[in-house]
Structures are given as structure tokens and as C-alpha cells.
């Protein structure tokens, strides 16, 4: 069977930053390690007045296209996942497209476009059905872009005002690919949620302590349904394991109940029972409030182990790096961490081709789901082509004032009009709207 996988990624992040311990704790009357060491972060991302998630999602395929040397001939397939669509009806795809067709020669007439909405695990979704495209042999040759593109922006004081982001990442899809094959097997675990969500509005709704809860229930489940057909999975079977991450706080949680779930009655177990004792079995307890408290017990021996700190530094830590900086990126940020866990074997010089990542998507509402992906031959030039650093070190920081002012030129029932605060090169931007409302965009040199 050919392989089908991600062949060429690139990340854009937004023009600004907002430095969360620095510029943000002080007007929250916080303490700015809440930040850096509870949620992980130190800085969120931000879009200038002349970008949204149609330019940053343009910018990011344009580049994608160019270094691979692309034409839109090559493209059979668009998906944009977005939570943050501003048109109940035309997909933000068409825009895209739109915005690509004033760069490259050709045109996508003859690609198929759409709009995958299911909160943060869209853009995972996204590449599935780009890979069922292709394993259905629809493809004709061509390869799929996916763009998973949000502002993740919410009400000002809501608690996650501290976990925003705003970013796009492209990736095409493609037979025989250069980064990462992915698994025809997957897991799922999916329920009817009220954790957050956007009833026709464009700031979430969110119970964000539930939000937590549920991401771990449903993560939990896809990861005992992706064993039901791939089979028990152990600790040192990934090289990297990229979750979601809302922040990084949340995959503390997440990697260690997975930690847990996948060396009970392991040799690990057995070699951790002197210090910790045994994992507790429901059937040892007679209700189940000694059971979970016997659980908090165990799992809070268990985060101090060397074990588990060496393979949470190895396995889950490098997938955090860009996060830490850049906030949520809604449908992106899965893809984000695993751009982050390749982006540092590379600076390692660590020979990865043929090891596997567990990717762990979620998305509100609720659906988790778990697939492997392994790692391809000659996936370093791929690796070596990614500017994020640069980007994120050219980024303009915003002082409070102007931060205030920014959300509020994105909220869409305020009329604000502000100064750009950067100058846009070689890049798309917002241009203003068309007679029937529609955005326009045009590239500046
Ligand atoms: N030093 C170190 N850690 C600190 C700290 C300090 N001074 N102050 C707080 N913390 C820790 C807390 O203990 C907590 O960690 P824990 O959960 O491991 O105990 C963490 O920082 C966050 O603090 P908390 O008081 O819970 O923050 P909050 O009430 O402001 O809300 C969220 C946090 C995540 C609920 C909120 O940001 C949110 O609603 N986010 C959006 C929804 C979301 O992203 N959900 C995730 C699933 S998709």
C-alpha cells in the first residue's frame, strides 16, 4: 500500500504579541508564574488590524506552495478548518483560493473546496479526509491542502482571555510524503458536550474547568478505542506525543493519565510499585470515591517518579515549544505541537525516520481522536525550510493600551478603525468589503 501522509508543512503565526507574564499579569492583578508555569505560556499571538484568518491561512499555503514549487494544477482539494468562519455560507476556502490565484498562474477551478467545523479537532479531521481522498484513488494524481486557520479570541476578562492565539497551518497531503506517513487505524471517542462553544456569536461560550474535564474523558476513550484495533500501546513505543494543546497546562494532565493508562501492568508498573505502589483497580475498592481518591494518590506519586519526568521531557515537552509562545491556535494547535516535537529532533540532530508520534486531537462539543504517525525518510529538508523562529522573533509587542485596542478592532460589534501597528510585506491583507459584504484581499509586495 503507498503511503499517504503530510508532505510539506508551514506555519504562520499573527504580527503581534502579547507577553502574558510581562504586559498581562500586571493588569490582571496575577501573579505571572499562574502563567508560565500553570498554563505553560508565556505569550499569546496576535493578528494586526489587515490580517484575519484568511490571510494567514493565504500566507501560510503561498509560502507552502512556493518552496515545493507548486501550481494550482497540483492542488485537487482545499479544506480550511476554521472556528473563527465569519460566512455561514461561502467557505473560507474560496477566499483562499481567491488570494492564491493573484500570486500563481492558473487557478483552482477544477479543486474541491470546503470548510470542516468541529471546534479544535477540525484540522485533524480535515487531513483524514484528505487521506481518504487520495486511498480512495479520487485524487488523480493531486495532492490536498489543509489549512487549519483560527483568531482565538475571547470576551475580554473571560479566564480564557490567558490562553489566545491567532495562526494558520498549511499542510499538503499527499502519496509517497516527505514528513510523516499517517495510520490507517484511528480512535475515537466522541459525545454530546456543552464545554464551549459559539452559538452564532464570535467569542466562545465556555465552562473552561468542565472544557478540561471533558478533554481528558473523551482523549481517554479514543485512546482505548485506537488499541481496540491497533493494540496496546507502551511509553517507549513514540518517539513524540503531540496533544492538543489549548496551553501547555492542559497536556500535563493529558500526559500523565496517559502515561498511566499505558504502563498498567507493565514492567514499568511493576519497577514503580516499591516507591509508588500499584496502580489501584476499581474492584480493590468498595465505592468509587476511594477508588478516585486512591487514583489522585497514585498520580501525584507517579509525576514525581524519574521515570515518568524523563519520558515526559523526552516524549512531551519538545511538542510544547512553540505553544508556550503563541498560544491557542484552535484547529492548528495539534498541528502546531507536532511541528514543534519535529522542529526540535531536528535542532538535535535525532535521526527520526521510521519512529512513530501519538497524535492526540480534541475539539470541543466533544470528539478526541488518536492516530500514529511514522516518520518519513529525508523529513529533515522538509524540517530545514520552517521559519518559525524568525517569525515569532519579528513579531511587534504590544503594550496593554494597544492590546485593549486590537480586540477590540477584531470584535465584530464594535466599529473600531486603528492604525496598522505593522507593515505588511510579502503578504496578504484584509482590504476592506465588497458590495455584497464580502471581504477583499490583495497582496503587498
Ligand atoms: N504559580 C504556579 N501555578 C499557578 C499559579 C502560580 N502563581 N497560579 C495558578 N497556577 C496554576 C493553577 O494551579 C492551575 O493549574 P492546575 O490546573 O494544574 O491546578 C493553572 O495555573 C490555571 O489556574 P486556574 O486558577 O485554574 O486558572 P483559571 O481559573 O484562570 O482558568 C482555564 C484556567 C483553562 C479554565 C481558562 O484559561 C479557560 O477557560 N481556558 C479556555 C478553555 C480551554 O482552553 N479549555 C481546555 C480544553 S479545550
Known amino acids: 500500500m503507498t503511503a499517504v501522509g503530510i508532505d510539506a508543512i508551514e506555519v504562520w503565526t499573527g504580527n503581534l504579541r502579547l507577553d502574558l507574564p510581562g504586559t498581562f499579569a500586571p493588569q490582571k492583578g496575577e501573579d505571572p508564574e499562574k502563567y508560565t508555569k500553570g498554563l505553560g505560556l508565556n505569550a499569546s499571538s496576535f493578528p494586526d488590524s489587515y490580517e484575519d484568518i484568511v490571510t494567514m491561512a493565504a500566507n501560510a499555503a503561498h509560502r507552502l506552495m512556493d518552496r515545493k514549487g507548486l501550481e494550482p494544477d497540483d492542488i485537487g482539494r482545499i479544506d480550511v478548518a476554521t472556528e473563527s468562519a465569519f460566512d455561514n455560507s461561502k467557505p473560507v476556502s474560496t477566499y483562499v483560493a481567491g488570494c492564491?490565484?493573484?500570486?500563481?498562474?492558473?487557478?483552482?477551478?477544477?479543486?474541491?473546496?470546503?470548510?470542516?467545523?468541529?471546534?479544535?479537532?477540525?484540522?485533524?479531521?480535515?487531513?483524514?479526509?484528505?487521506?481518504?481522498?487520495?486511498?480512495?484513488?479520487?485524487n488523480r494524481g493531486r495532492a490536498a491542502l489543509v489549512i487549519a486557520t483560527d483568531t482565538a479570541l475571547y470576551a475580554r476578562d473571560?479566564?480564557?482571555?490567558?490562553?489566545?492565539?491567532?495562526?494558520?497551518?498549511?499542510?499538503?497531503?499527499?502519496?509517497?510524503?516527505?514528513?510523516?506517513?499517517?495510520?490507517?487505524?484511528?480512535?475515537?471517542?466522541?459525545?454530546?458536550?456543552?464545554?464551549?462553544?459559539?452559538?452564532?456569536?464570535?467569542?466562545?461560550?465556555v465552562d473552561g474547568k468542565r472544557s478540561v474535564q471533558v478533554y481528558l474523558a473523551r482523549m481517554r476513550e479514543a485512546l482505548e478505542d485506537y488499541e481496540s484495533v491497533a493494540g496496546d500501546t507502551h511509553p517507549d513505543d513514540f518517539a513524540f506525543i503531540p496533544f492538543h494543546t489549548p496551553f501547555p497546562g492542559m497536556v500535563r494532565k493529558a500526559a500523565l493519565l496517559g502515561y498511566r493508562h499505558m504502563t498498567r501492568d507493565t514492567a514499568i508498573e511493576e519497577e514503580l510499585a516499591d516507591e509508588i505502589g500499584r496502580q489501584p483497580r476499581p474492584e480493590a475498592f468498595d465505592d468509587d470515591e476511594a477508588y478516585h481518591d486512591a487514583l489522585r494518590d497514585y498520580m501525584d506519586g507517579l509525576k514525581g517518579t524519574d521515570p515518568y519526568r524523563e519520558w515526559y521531557a523526552e516524549t512531551i515537552e519538545p511538542t510544547l515549544s512553540i505553544a508556550r509562545e503563541v498560544g491557542n491556535w484552535y484547529t492548528g494547535s495539534v498541528h502546531v505541537a507536532r511541528a514543534s516535537a519535529l522542529k526540535s529532533a531536528f535542532e538535535r540532530g535525532t535521526d527520526l525516520a521510521g519512529e512513530t508520534l501519538l497524535l492526540g486531537s480534541y475539539g470541543s462539543g466533544a470528539q478526541a481522536e488518536i492516530h500514529a504517525e511514522t516518520v518519513r525518510e529525508g523529513w529533515e529538508e522538509e524540517l530545514a525550510q520552517l521559519n518559525v523562529d524568525e517569525q515569532l522573533d519579528s513579531r511587534y509587542e504590544l503594550a496593554w493600551e494597544e492590546y485593549e485596542e486590537i480586540h477590540d478592532a477584531h470584535n465584530h460589534e464594535m466599529d473600531v478603525d486603528i492604525e496598522e501597528l505593522t507593515t505588511p510585506e510579502a503578504e496578504f491583507v484584509f482590504d476592506g468589503w465588497g458590495r455584497m459584504g464580502e471581504r477583499k484581499y490583495r497582496y503587498v509586495e
Open 158 to 205: 473571560d479566564p480564557g482571555e490567558a490562553t489566545q492565539g491567532a495562526g494558520a497551518v498549511a499542510m499538503l497531503i499527499d502519496e509517497d510524503p516527505a514528513l510523516v506517513e499517517l495510520s490507517p487505524e484511528q480512535g475515537y471517542g466522541s459525545a454530546d458536550e456543552t464545554d464551549f462553544l459559539k452559538p452564532n456569536q464570535q467569542f466562545p461560550s
Open 100 to 138: 492564491l490565484e493573484q500570486v500563481f498562474d492558473g487557478d483552482f477551478h477544477h479543486a474541491n473546496k470546503g470548510e470542516r467545523k468541529f471546534a479544535c479537532i477540525a484540522g485533524t479531521q480535515s487531513l483524514d479526509d484528505a487521506y481518504n481522498w487520495i486511498r480512495a484513488g479520487r
